[in-house]
């Protein structure tokens, strides 16, 4: 069956450029935009700020605004609501003019203005003064993509970007390790982009990302380049979905690159499958031209595409986007869901081949079942007590706790062991480092707590006086480095334990593989390739 995945479409949208040749590239990406209402008698439109990801602004936020807003209206297509009443709405709906909208409140602000569509999105700033725009048009009244995009421009603000709300943005916590060799960062970085088919017949893919996303990124979270373990990236399309747009190939990008993972695994939990066009080539030449990756030679970047129609379906031929993706280093492996000869006569593994990565195939209908260890419970419940040590900063901080306590419910729900590998990834200090929401990791990165807005933090917080405020906040910091590390302790144990029932079931009767295997093992062959060394157990 014909099908892809309904991807949550995020978008990072790029910041405008006063000089003509960067003001083209925004305007192609509003005529873009713009041709998602085709067909609509409603024209009505309203263009939102456009935040940092976590919602934080900068006066770029308003300069894409308004950039944006005057090219839809070029146009002369579309009516584009007046920005003054667009803030004057959400004043009165008390939301931040932020963008950052949920369904509920995006059908709210369509019924208040009388719009059939949202423009909304993210700035990313890129190195040598660079900003990325990812954007993307959502229906009112189903809160369905009709239409997204991406430009790149000059980074013309000078401002630190600061909450909406008020208050410093939450910044991520500033790496103390020196710069890796060849790059401009302070720690190694891999990236990661998941292309997934949510076609008809791809449910039991679908459930295999669920319950095996938190063991994959542990795969890669104790990996080691220069002494120090990497920041993981990952971004995640759905592609071959009826649901979406045509226009856009029956492509959506999910989410940009990120290393907040409950998003991820939030997104994966929200893909609905649908019959469609399964286009490889269009969603690898978009994934690889539509993401922020880094420039640097030294990065572990790779592209993970699944999928069980012919990898040769679509307009553009997968030897181009290859090729666009060898250019920048990226590997492409190729998981086709079915027989690895049908996955072979169908080109599957040509694109592996051309693209220097590896060719697998799944069984997507397999049921994973993980091996149960005596230490699992207690690695569980300390995950659950780790919740207790992270402090909600601001009103995007109570969201992100609150999806942090969803998310570990997903994983419970799910089998495949998904709960106890969410509660070793939450252990590691890429979970922490990533938690910008979170007040405790900001003070941890340097942040001194007298510079912190009182009146972001919880109430139990905010009466304190400010010697017992720092108390309280190193004492989180304290509580979460025991939990840690009895966590890593019984791991170390659980490892010894698993890896012996594991040669006990293969020796018995070899398995299937199953994605994450699919993923892990030239994961591992391509990260060492690029310099990681991974533990030997």
Not at 9 to 31: D, E, F, N, Q
Not at 144 to 164: H, N, Q, S, Y
Request: charged share 25%; with cysteine.
């Amino acid at each position: 069956m014909r099908t892809a995945l309904r991807p949550l479409c995020l978008s990072a949208l790029v910041v405008v450029l006063a000089a003509p040749a960067h003001a083209a590239s925004l305007k192609s990406l509003a005529k873009k935009l713009g041709r998602g209402l085709k067909g609509e008698e409603n024209k009505k439109v309203a263009v939102l700020n456009f935040p940092y990801p976590g919602g934080a602004l900068s006066s770029g936020s308003t300069i894409v605004q308004e950039r944006l807003t005057t090219h839809l209206a070029e146009a002369g297509k579309l009516d584009i609501i007046e920005r003054n009443r667009l803030d004057a709405v959400l004043a009165e709906m008390k939301l931040e003019k932020s963008g950052v909208i949920d369904e509920k409140t995006t059908h709210e602000i369509g019924r208040v203005l009388g719009v059939a569509a949202l423009v909304t999105g993210t700035l990313n700033d890129l190195p040598e003064g660079r900003a990325e725009v990812n954007a993307r048009l959502i229906h009112a009244q189903t809160g369905k993509v009709l239409a997204a995009g991406m430009a790149e421009i000059e980074r013309t603000w000078k401002d630190v970007p600061v909450l909406a709300g008020g208050g410093a943005a939450p910044q991520p916590p500033k790496p103390s390790a020196p710069t890796q060799p060849g790059t401009t960062r302070g720690k190694p970085l891999v990236q990661l982009a998941i292309l997934l088919d949510t076609s008809n017949s791809m449910d039991g893919l679908i459930s295999q990302a669920k319950s095996q996303l938190w063991k994959i990124v542990n795969g890669l979270a104790s990996a080691e380049k220069g002494g120090n373990n990497p920041e993981l990236q990952v971004a995640l399309y759905e592609y071959g979905n009826d649901n979406l747009s045509s226009g856009e190939g029956f492509i959506r990008q999910v989410l940009p690159f990120i290393s907040d993972l409950d998003k991820i695994s939030e997104a994966l939990f929200g893909l609905k499958t649908n019959g469609g066009q399964e286009y490889c080539g269009q969603v690898l030449r978009d994934s690889v031209l539509g993401l922020g990756w880094a420039p640097e030679s030294d990065v572990y970047k790779a592209v993970f595409i699944a999928g069980n129609e012919p990898f040769t379906q679509g307009p553009v031929d997968f030897r181009e986007a290859v090729a666009q993706a060898k250019a920048k280093g990226i590997f492409i492996n190729t998981i086709y869901c079915g027989s690895r000869q049908s996955g072979i006569a169908t080109q599957w593994k040509d694109g592996a081949d051309l693209g220097g990565g590896e060719y697998m195939n799944i069984d997507q209908e397999r049921e994973v079942v993980a091996i149960r260890a005596p230490q699992d419970d207690e690695i569980e419940r300390l995950g659950r007590e780790l919740n207790r040590t992270f402090i909600p900063y601001g009103r995007l901080g109570v969201k992100a706790e609150e999806r942090q306590m969803q998310q570990d419910s997903a994983a419970a729900a799910v089998r495949g062991g998904a709960a106890v590998q969410r509660a070793l990834f939450k252990a590691k200090k890429q979970y922490s480092e990533s938690a910008s929401w979170d007040a405790a990791t900001l003070v941890e990165g340097g942040k001194r707590v007298s510079d912190l807005d009182a009146a972001q933090l919880p109430e139990e917080l905010r009466t304190l006086s400010l010697k017992e405020r720092e108390g309280a906040i190193q004492e989180k910091l304290r509580k979460r480095k025991d939990i840690q590390a009895k966590i890593e302790q019984l791991n170390r144990e659980r490892q010894a334990y698993v890896a012996e029932q594991e040669r006990a079931q293969t020796a018995a009767s070899p398995a299937e593989m199953s994605l994450d295997q699919a993923i892990m093992a030239p994961m591992h062959k391509q990260a060492e390739a690029s310099g990681f060394r991974f533990e030997q157990h």
